[in-house]
C-alpha cells in the first residue's frame, strides 16, 4: 500500500486461526510487500505475543502454490484438473446454476459450509447476510466436533457456553488453589492467552491437575497427572463424586439455593413431581419436601431455604426421591475401585482427587471441545460440571471488570427484518440431507473456510457417496486442498493481510484487522467475492461498500459508541471498565431455572442424570478382538486444524504425519520406532510413520489432526472415522463428530503389502 522503500509498519490482528486469541500483529511493509511480522503492543503490555503460527503467516501470503485466479473444473471431479475463468464469468456460472437447482428443489437445498472463520466477523457476516436474503441452508458447523460441549452444557446451564460459569473467576486472574484441566492442551491449543493465565496462576501457588488420555505439555505442568481412557471421563465424574458425598464434602448451601437437586422426582416415571400431583392450582410448579414441616411444599424462593435435599419421600401415595438424592444413589455404583477398572486411573489418585476437590477453597475447571469428541461427550461435560456444581465450586454472577460489547449481527443474521432467514442444518445432518435427501435435499454446496473432506469423518463415503450426489460444489480457498480438488467452481481468497475484518477478540479488545496490502494475484476477500455473487443474484445493494461498510455495519450498536473503525486502525481498544465491583448475575435458561443436576427433558432417553455410557466404538470397557485399539486425534502447535500443514518452516520443524503408539502394544505387534505402519478399520486405513511413545496409555494410538490427505502414505486420519448421529445430540443442540470414539488395528506397513 506505499510505493516507497521506507518500512512502513501496519497495525493488523491475527484473526486467531487457534482459536479466539487474537494477537495482535504489526506488519513491516516495503513497498507492496510485507517483509516481516512481529508481536504488536496492547494496553496491557502481558499482552504482546505471537505464535509460531502467527510468525508463519507470511509464508501462507507468499506461498508459491497459493490460488491465484478463478477456475473451473475441467477433469472428474477430485482429479485437479482446472481452467482458468474471469471472475465475471464465475459469478455468472454460480448465479445460474444456484438459480436453476432452487427452482427445482428450492432455495433451501443450497447449503453454506461456513466452516472455521476464526474471529473474522464480517467475512463470516456477509456470507451469513447472502444466505438470509436468499433463504437458502446455513450448515453450521459445531458439529465438526465442537458440538458436545454446547450440547451438554444447554442441558445443565441452560447455555451453550459452559466457560463463565465453569471459570468465569478465573479470567479475573482471581488466581484459584486449585486449577483441574480436564481434556484440554491449551499449551499446544491455545498457548498464549490461556496456557499464560495458568502458569501466571500456577507461578501464583494454584496446584495444576491435568485430567487427559495423553501426557500432553500441558501435563507436564502438572503438579498431578491423570491419565485416563479416552471417553470415559463421565465414570471419573462419578467416581470422584462418589467420593465427595462419602466423605461428606458437597457443598449443601449451594446444590439447594442453585441446582435442581431439592426437586423431587416421581420414582415411577423419572419426571418431577408437579403441583397437579399434590392438588395444587400451580399445576406445573415443582415441589420440594419441607425439612421443618416434614410436608412437600411449592418451589418458592420461601421454601426453598428450608427444603430438603436428601431423601426419599412418599408423596399422596406417589413414590419420590429428591433429583440429588438420585444422583447420590448413581455414584454409589462407582466406588473408586470400579471407577478405576474402567477409566485406567488408581483408586488412590481418585480418592485423593475427590478429596481435594471437595476441600478446596476455590477450585477452577478448566476444559474445551475435545473431551467432547466421543459419542456422548456432552454427558462428560455433565458430568465435569456435576463435580463442579455439587462442590460450589461455579460462578453465579460473573464481572471480568469490563462492559461488553455487542455487535450489530441482526442485518447479517436476517438482512430483511420482516422476512424469514435461513435454514439452518448441522454438519453432520449433512451427510444425510446430501445422500439420503433426509431431512431435505441438499444439491448444492458453498464451502469456504473449511477443507471439508480433509477434516470431517469417514472420507471415503464423503468420496464414494456424497460428492457424487452432489449437482454443484463451489469452494473458496486459498490453495489446491484435498477439498478444492472436488470443486466445480474454485474461487481464490485473500489471505487475512490483504483485507480488513473486525475482531471482537482477544477478550478485553477489541482489534482491527487491517488490510495491509492489496489481495494478490486474482484473489479477492470473502466480503468482496459474497458482493460479487450478490449482484448477480439482484441483492447487490446490501454489499455496498465493501468490507469497510460491512464493519461499519457490525459495528453500530451504542455499546460500541466510542470505538471506531478509525480508532481501532491505529491501536487494540481496551473496553470501558465496569464501575468497580460491577457485576452480572448470571442465570441459567434450563426448564428449571436452576442448574440441572436432574434434567427432565432426558428421561426417555434414558440420561437425566450424568450416566457413564461407554464409547460407541473404541474398546474402552468391551473387548473388540478385530479392533483393539482406540484410536484419538490430538491438535498440533504446528498447524490450526489443516491450516499450516503445507508452510515450508513449519514442516521443516514437523515435517510429517505420525502415530504415537505405546511401547507395550508396538513389540507386540512387532512395530519399532520410525517403522511405516497402516491402522485400519471397516470403514478405511492410513499408513504412516510410528513413533513409540509412553505419553499414550496401551490401548490408544494417536495421531495428531490436520495433516492433508496428500501427506499421509495412503488414506488420512478421517479414513478411520464414522458418521454416527447421537440423537440426544440432534434433539438438543446439533450431533457432534466423534473423532476420539474409534476403534482400530495397527500393524507394521509391509505386512500389508505381502
Ligand atoms: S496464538 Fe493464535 S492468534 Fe496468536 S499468532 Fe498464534 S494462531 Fe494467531
Known amino acids: 500500500m506505499t510505493n516507497s522503500n521506507e518500512v512502513q509498519l501496519i497495525r493488523t490482528a491475527c484473526p486467531a486461526h487457534c482459536g479466539i486469541d487474537c494477537c495482535g500483529i504489526l506488519a513491516h511493509v516495503k513497498g507492496d510487500k510485507v517483509v516481516k511480522l512481529e508481536p504488536a503492543e496492547f494496553p496491557i503490555p502481558n499482552d504482546k505475543r505471537i505464535c509460531?503460527?502467527?510468525?508463519?503467516?507470511?509464508?501462507?501470503?507468499?506461498?508459491?502454490?497459493?490460488?491465484?485466479?478463478?477456475?473451473?473444473?475441467?477433469?472428474?471431479?477430485?482429479?485437479?484438473?482446472?481452467?482458468?475463468?474471469?471472475?465475471?464469468?464465475?459469478?455468472?456460472?454460480?448465479?445460474?446454476?444456484?438459480?436453476?437447482?432452487?427452482?427445482e428443489y428450492g432455495w433451501k437445498s443450497i447449503g453454506w459450509v461456513l466452516g472455521g472463520p476464526g474471529a473474522g466477523t464480517t467475512k463470516f457476516g456477509a456470507y451469513l447476510r447472502l444466505v438470509s436474503l436468499t433463504q437458502s441452508t446455513r450448515v453450521s458447523a459445531w458439529g465438526y466436533g465442537d458440538a458436545g460441549i454446547p450440547c451438554g452444557s444447554r442441558i445443565v446451564f441452560g447455555s451453550q457456553f459452559p466457560y463463565i460459569y465453569l471459570f468465569g473467576t478465573f479470567w479475573q486472574r482471581n488466581w484459584p488453589d486449585l486449577l483441574i484441566v480436564w481434556g484440554s492442551n491449551p499449551a499446544e491449543t491455545a498457548p498464549l492467552q490461556t496456557m499464560r493465565k495458568i502458569l501466571d496462576a500456577k507461578e501464583k501457588g494454584t496446584q495444576l491437575v491435568v485430567i487427559d488420555p495423553r501426557f500432553t505439555v500441558t501435563a507436564s505442568k502438572a503438579d498431578v497427572f491423570v491419565g485416563l481412557k479416552p471417553g470415559?471421563?463421565?465414570?471419573?465424574?462419578?467416581g470422584l463424586m462418589n467420593v465427595i458425598f462419602n466423605r461428606g464434602l458437597q457443598n449443601e448451601r449451594f446444590i439447594r439455593n442453585e441446582t435442581n437437586g431439592a426437586f423431587l422426582v416421581r420414582t415411577d416415571n423419572g419426571k418431577f413431581l408437579r403441583g397437579k400431583d399434590i392438588g395444587e392450582k400451580k399445576v406445573n410448579a415443582f415441589i420440594i419436601w419441607d425439612e421443618n414441616s416434614d410436608t412437600p411444599k411449592v418451589l418458592r424462593r420461601s421454601t426453598l431455604k428450608t427444603a430438603s435435599i436428601k431423601g426419599e419421600y412418599e408423596v399422596n401415595g406417589i413414590k419420590?426421591?429428591?433429583?440429588?438424592?438420585?444422583?447420590?444413589?448413581?455414584?454409589?455404583?462407582?466406588?473408586?475401585?470400579?471407577?478405576?477398572?474402567?477409566?485406567?486411573?488408581?483408586?488412590?489418585?481418585?480418592?485423593?482427587?475427590?478429596?481435594?476437590?471437595?476441600?478446596?477453597?476455590?477450585?477452577?475447571?478448566?476444559?474445551?471441545?475435545?473431551?467432547?469428541?466421543?459419542?456422548?461427550?456432552?454427558?462428560?461435560?455433565?458430568?465435569?460440571?456435576?463435580?463442579?456444581?455439587?462442590?460450589?465450586?461455579?460462578?453465579?454472577?460473573?464481572?471480568?471488570?469490563?462492559?461488553?460489547?455487542?455487535?450489530?449481527?441482526?442485518?447479517?443474521?436476517?438482512?430483511?427484518?420482516?422476512?424469514p432467514s435461513f435454514h439452518r442444518l448441522g454438519i453432520l445432518n449433512l451427510y444425510n440431507a446430501v445422500i439420503l435427501e433426509k431431512p431435505y435435499p441438499i444439491k448444492a454446496l458453498w464451502f469456504a473456510f473449511i477443507n471439508f473432506l480433509n477434516q470431517c469423518v469417514d472420507c471415503n463415503k464423503i468420496i464414494n457417496e456424497f460428492f457424487p450426489k452432489l449437482d454443484f460444489i463451489v469452494?473458496?480457498?486459498?490453495?489446491?486442498?484435498?477439498?478444492?480438488?472436488?470443486?466445480?467452481?474454485?474461487?481464490?481468497?485473500?489471505?487475512?493481510?490483504?483485507?480488513?475484518?473486525f475482531l471482537p477478540h482477544p477478550y478485553p479488545y477489541l482489534q482491527l484487522q487491517q488490510k495491509v496490502i492489496n489481495p494478490l494475484y486474482e484473489s479477492k476477500s470473502d466480503v468482496d467475492i459474497v458482493a460479487g455473487l450478490a449482484e448477480k443474484l439482484g441483492f447487490g445493494e446490501y454489499f455496498k461498500g465493501g468490507e469497510d461498510a460491512m464493519i461499519d455495519l457490525i459495528m453500530d450498536n451504542p455499546s460500541l459508541g466510542d470505538y471506531t473503525r478509525d480508532k481501532l486502525s491505529k491501536e487494540a481498544m481496551l473496553l470501558r471498565a465496569l464501575p468497580e465491583g460491577g457485576k452480572f448475575p448470571l442465570t441459567f435458561s434450563t426448564p428449571s431455572g436452576k442448574i440441572e443436576l436432574y434434567a427432565e427433558q432426558l428421561?426417555?432417553?434414558?440420561?437425566?442424570?450424568?450416566?457413564?455410557?461407554?464409547?460407541?466404538?473404541?474398546?474402552?470397557?468391551?473387548?473388540?478382538?478385530?479392533?483393539?485399539?482406540?484410536?484419538?486425534?490430538?491438535?498440533?502447535?504446528?498447524?490450526?486444524?489443516?491450516?499450516?500443514?503445507?508452510?515450508?518452516?513449519?514442516?521443516?520443524?514437523?515435517?510429517?504425519?505420525?502415530?504415537?503408539?505405546?511401547?507395550?502394544?508396538?513389540?507386540?505387534?512387532?512395530?519399532?520406532?520410525?517403522d511405516m505402519v497402516t491402522i485400519f478399520n471397516d470403514r478405511g486405513k492410513t499408513t504412516l510413520k510410528a513413533r513409540l511413545s509412553e505419553a499414550v496409555n496401551q490401548g490408544v494410538i494417536d495421531i495428531t489432526e490436520g495433516w492433508w490427505l496428500n501427506q499421509f502414505r495412503e488414506g488420512s486420519v478421517n479414513h478411520l472415522t464414522h458418521d454416527i448421529i447421537n440423537p440426544?445430540?440432534?434433539?438438543?443442540?446439533?450431533?457432534?463428530?466423534?473423532?476420539?470414539?474409534?476403534?482400530?488395528?495397527?500393524?507394521k506397513y509391509k505386512e500389508v503389502e505381502e
Request: with cysteine.
Open 232 to 238: 470415559t471421563d463421565s465414570a471419573l465424574a462419578l
Open 475 to 501: 469452494q473458496t480457498e486459498l490453495f489446491m486442498t484435498p477439498t478444492a480438488k472436488y470443486a466445480d467452481i474454485l474461487l481464490p481468497v485473500s489471505t487475512f493481510l490483504e483485507f480488513s475484518d
Open 603 to 674: 428421561v426417555e432417553d434414558g440420561q437425566a442424570l450424568p450416566v457413564y455410557l461407554p464409547p460407541i466404538e473404541a474398546p474402552i470397557s468391551k473387548k473388540n478382538q478385530k479392533f483393539p485399539i482406540a484410536f484419538i486425534q490430538g491438535h498440533s502447535r504446528f498447524r490450526t486444524h489443516s491450516m499450516f500443514a503445507n508452510v515450508k518452516t513449519l514442516l521443516d520443524i514437523n515435517p510429517e504425519p505420525i502415530v504415537d503408539i505405546n511401547p507395550v502394544n508396538a513389540q507386540e505387534r512387532n512395530i519399532k520406532m520410525a
Open 320 to 419: 419420590c426421591k429428591t433429583a440429588l438424592q438420585l444422583l447420590i444413589d448413581l455414584t454409589k455404583e462407582y466406588p473408586p475401585n470400579k471407577t478405576a477398572e474402567i477409566t485406567g486411573v488408581s483408586a488412590d489418585l481418585i480418592t485423593k482427587l475427590g478429596e481435594k476437590i471437595g476441600t478446596s477453597e476455590n477450585a477452577i475447571f478448566f476444559t474445551w471441545m475435545g473431551f467432547t469428541r466421543t459419542y456422548y461427550g456432552d454427558i462428560s461435560l455433565r458430568g465435569l460440571a456435576s463435580v463442579a456444581s455439587i462442590t460450589g465450586h461455579l460462578s453465579t454472577s460473573f464481572s471480568s471488570g469490563y462492559i461488553p460489547a455487542v455487535l450489530n449481527w441482526d442485518p447479517f443474521l436476517k438482512a430483511i427484518p420482516d422476512k
Open 728 to 747: 440426544v445430540q440432534n434433539k438438543i443442540y446439533e450431533p457432534n463428530m466423534h473423532m476420539n470414539d474409534v476403534a482400530v488395528e495397527i500393524i
Open 52 to 103: 509460531l503460527r502467527g510468525l508463519s503467516s507470511l509464508d501462507i501470503t507468499y506461498h508459491p502454490d497459493r490460488l491465484k485466479y478463478p477456475m473451473k473444473r475441467v477433469g472428474k471431479r477430485g482429479e485437479g484438473k482446472f481452467e482458468r475463468i474471469s471472475w465475471d464469468k464465475a459469478f455468472e456460472i454460480i448465479s445460474e446454476k444456484f438459480k436453476s437447482i432452487s427452482k
